[in-house]
């Protein structure tokens, strides 16, 4: 999945930007994936605290999705 960045959100955090964007992952769960690097941008692996900039081309090489809960037995 590929994401344009348009000028509305230059200046944001890629992990806040995503976090907000995706309500099914945290925020910790996504800086996680970039740090993994299925996230980049342009191409690029970036750090979390990236600031976007118009244009930038995010993908997510990754289905961005919660892990399904397992119970735990005793």
């Known amino acids: 999945m590929i994401i344009k960045i348009t000028e ?3 200046g944001e955090r890629l992990d806040k930007f995503l976090a ?3 309500q099914s992952l945290s925020r910790s ?3 996680k994936l970039i740090k ?3 996230i980049t941008v342009n191409g690029l ?3 979390s605290h990236y600031g976007l900039k118009a ?3 995010i993908n997510i090489a990754k289905k ?3 892990p399904e809960k397992t ?3 005793p």
């Open 64 to 66: 961005l999705s919660r």
């Open 55 to 57: 244009n930038d081309k």
């Open 8 to 10: 509305k959100f230059i």
């Open 29 to 31: 769960q996504i800086q």
């Open 45 to 47: 692996p970036v750090l």
């Open 36 to 38: 993994q690097q299925a």
């Open 20 to 22: 907000q964007s995706n």
């Open 71 to 73: 119970a735990c037995l």
